[in-house]
């Protein structure tokens, strides 16, 4: 089976907006993503900004309707198609384009802001990504940013879970081997001269995280004992409750979704290119 397969995109380009669509999900998550977001912009209003990984427009229609001077960008034709147009009909003026995020087609120090979630985990080389968002953004500009650890609580939930056993997201969307620690990213920021950095969990799954890391040191310890069976028990919980969030979200449109310190299986930062 094919992992990381972007095709999912390309065929999901004429459902973008479609309230009804599994990839419709995507929408909901903006909101949690822009309160973390807000805490270090006061004001959105007159800033240029760039959407990596653009997709059909979500985040880009988000911030235009915060009064930025907007720029979207992906690979995928039929996305940028699905976002010109649903743009043109809400008379919201975003520039897209279609291009890859290994090789950003704007000048050096052009925007104020750079977002890019959801994305990371499925370039090609994210380093290079990270590379070129901080050349495009201005001395001082922000980065934002969100993307899935890699580790057993993230294969599980995200592979397993998500994709295999619930079939909540497409199958064959992830590559487990392209998730990215917290700590490679920020080391790479670091390299390419980002200063404050900062990270958080970005929590759709509730304890899930915390009990899973508990079970793989059971399983790393061959402790096949009541301890496991107790374990194995909470893990159930809590993957009904995660169950109850996604049913929640399909009858009111919403997740509950926590910004904390458990980064184990999604995270979301900042970061701040240094002033020259």
Known sequence: MTKNNLEY????GDKWWDKNSKIY???YLNEPRFKFFDRYILKWQGLKVLDVGCGGGFSCEFMAKKGTITYGIDSSTKCIEAAQRHSYENSLDINYKIGVAEKLPYQDNTFDVVICVDVLE???DYCQVVSEIYR?????????YDTINRNFQSRFVMIYVMENLLELIPLGIHDWHKFIRPEELKELMLSFD??????????????VGYVLGEL???RKNMKFDRSLKVFIRKLLQVLK??????????K????QVSLNEDMSIMYIGKARKREE
Do not use: C, W
């Open 25 to 27: 999900a995507l929408y």
């Open 9 to 12: 995109y390309d065929l999901s």
């Open 216 to 218: 793989n040191i059971l």
């Open 241 to 250: 409750a995660n169950i109850l969030n996604y049913q929640l979200y399909r």
């Open 194 to 207: 980002f200063v404050e950095i900062e990270m958080k969990g970005f929590d759709l799954f509730g304890e």
């Open 136 to 144: 495009v953004l201005k001395p001082a500009g922000l980065f934002f």
């Open 252 to 255: 009111t449109g919403s997740f």
């Open 122 to 124: 499925h370039v090609s």
